[in-house]
């Protein structure tokens, strides 16, 4: 068996930096693994500590430090192969390193995500608050948040967008060119401990109460519209005509924007990254966290040992193999009886497993400047009498980045419990398409308008972007577009 290296998530850290302090942040995991490899061969188990409550840090400081410990400390890992568990930040940690630093092929052989927090935490806005800084000070010891790893983690971070998108780059291959293999294990219940804070992130359902299902899954989509050529010959008076119609809702309103750039898991050669969601799972605590919990124990274990354990071309196999436990999952929430505190929390204690989706839409003009002050509306295709679910009836939540406000998460409940049909119904079909509007303004100055974004999505495409437990990032280009007053050219009086 190839060398083990553990790393933690954010605000994890040891005061101490002794061997038994870090190990404790691991909570059962490295004991645990050492028991069951020990018996057939020699495994070396690394132990990650890393700062991330200092403001000063960033994500790419965390990942030259991560390359300057392998590099000085344990060189053997670089020379050979080794596996990567990771727990939250962990996720951000590890990918960033692969890009920044590691070499094609990489080293690492498989990498498992723990509750990966791989499109960031609500909890992040929430953190890099004043209260968040007064509670570190007070219970912490502290008075610094790790602002900068904060922002990486917030909803909609534009460096981890980027961060994400290097890898659908020509010669940046995950499976292809790095040669790494990655897992995806994250629970969906919150602990009921978290219910009585008022926060919608501590107890939101299809999350663990700290990361949701769909921003730990890197099965994520990509999408980037773009205005047509016909659209960048339109004149001013022609743009503003379009803006006017669609301000209005009257008279026709054309399709400007176009599809430049797409891509999505089982397309282009992209593979399918394995995605188990274990039973009574949470993000972290003695009882059902997924790294420390006694309950999904010995299923997380059973998950990362087919993990660490694959080979060659048996990536396949694991998805299906992932894809088992999850049905499992669902099927013991269906046996089982509601627990007695449901009541008082919840309507229906088999929500907490509804799947979601999210949708990010990064917003910027021709020039990649961002564009803040915008609006996104989903319409139906159809007329007001059409009997078909209004696409607003999905969403659960939507998040303004706060960093970048150009940046915005919607998120929809697409997959809910029903106790009539006695399982979970997919409730996009019931959409039956829809357009997508985006109109924005430059409030500086009336000399300059935005081309408003009109694009109809039918039934089918809309099923095949938005899905179950994952994220899709849709890149806008708004064309940007000047008035005459802007710069004239007049022929000199003779």
């Known amino acids: 068996m190839e060398p083990i290296v553990l790393i933690h998530g954010y605000s994890a850290e040891s005061a101490q930096k002794t061997a038994g302090a870090i190990e404790s942040i691991y909570g059962w995991l490295p004991r645990s693994l050492a028991e069951i490899y020990g018996g057939k061969a020699v495994v070396e188990i690394d132990l990650g500590r890393y700062v991330s409550l200092e403001d000063g840090v960033t994500l790419d400081d965390i990942s030259r430090a991560l390359d300057r410990a392998l590099t000085e400390d344990f060189p053997h890992l670089l020379r050979g192969r ?124 299809g999350s663990d109460g700290v990361v949701r299902v769909s921003a730990s899954d890197l099965n994520y989509s990509y999408l980037s519209l773009c205005p047509t050529a016909e659209a960048r010959r339109l004149s001013w008076a022609q743009a503003l005509a379009q803006r006017d119609r669609h301000e209005a809702r009257r008279g026709p309103r054309r399709a400007f924007y176009e599809i430049r750039r797409q891509s999505r898991p089982g397309i282009a050669g992209r593979p399918e990254v394995p995605l188990a969601i274990p039973y009574r799972c949470a993000h972290s605590g003695p009882d059902m966290g997924i790294m420390t919990g006694a309950k999904p124990r010995q299923q997380v274990l059973g998950l990362l040992r087919m993990a660490l354990e694959t080979r060659g071309g048996r990536s396949l196999e694991r998805v299906a193999a992932f894809r088992q436990q999850t049905a499992q999952t669902y099927r013991d929430l269906l046996a089982e009886k509601p627990p007695p505190w449901w009541r008082k929390w919840i309507d229906e204690p088999r929500a907490q497993y509804d799947h979601h989706s999210q949708i990010i839409f990064r917003l910027r003009d021709q020039d990649g400047r961002p564009v803040t002050g915008f609006d996104i509306f989903f319409d139906s295709v159809k007329g007001p009498q059409d009997t078909s679910l209004p696409m607003r009836k999905l969403m659960e939540d939507k998040h303004v980045n ?76 708004l064309l940007r577009v000047p008035s005459p007053e802007i710069f004239r050219l007049v022929r000199a009086v003779d």
């Open 402 to 477: 706060g960093v970048s406000p150009n940046i915005i998460t919607f998120y929809l409940r697409v997959g809910a419990f029903s106790k009539e049909a006695g399982d979970w119904v997919d409730r996009v079909p019931e959409v039956q398409g829809c357009y997508l509007e985006i109109s924005a303004l430059e409030p500086r100055t009336e000399e300059i308008l935005y081309l408003p974004l009109r694009l109809e999505i039918g039934a089918k495409a809309l099923q095949t972007w938005i899905q179950w437990d994952r994220t899709t990032i849709v890149d806008v280009e």
């Open 82 to 205: 080794f596996h990567a568990v990771v727990h939250s930040t962990g996720a951000l940690v590890l990918r960033n390193w692969i890009r920044r630093f590691s070499p094609k092929p990489s080293p690492i052989q498989n990498a498992v995500y723990l509750a990966g927090a791989s499109f960031g935490s609500g909890w992040a806005h929430i953190g890099r608050g004043q209260l968040a800084k007064w509670a570190r000070k007070v219970f912490q010891g502290g008075a610094e948040r790790g602002v900068q790893v904060l922002e990486a983690l917030e909803l909609g971070s534009d460096e981890t967008i980027d961060l994400h998108l290097h890898f659908l780059q020509a010669g940046c291959s995950m499976t292809s060119d790095y040669k790494v293999r990655e897992f995806v294990i994250v629970g969906s219940q919150a602990h009921v401990d978290w219910f009585v804070v008022p926060i919608r992130y501590a107890k939101e359902d």
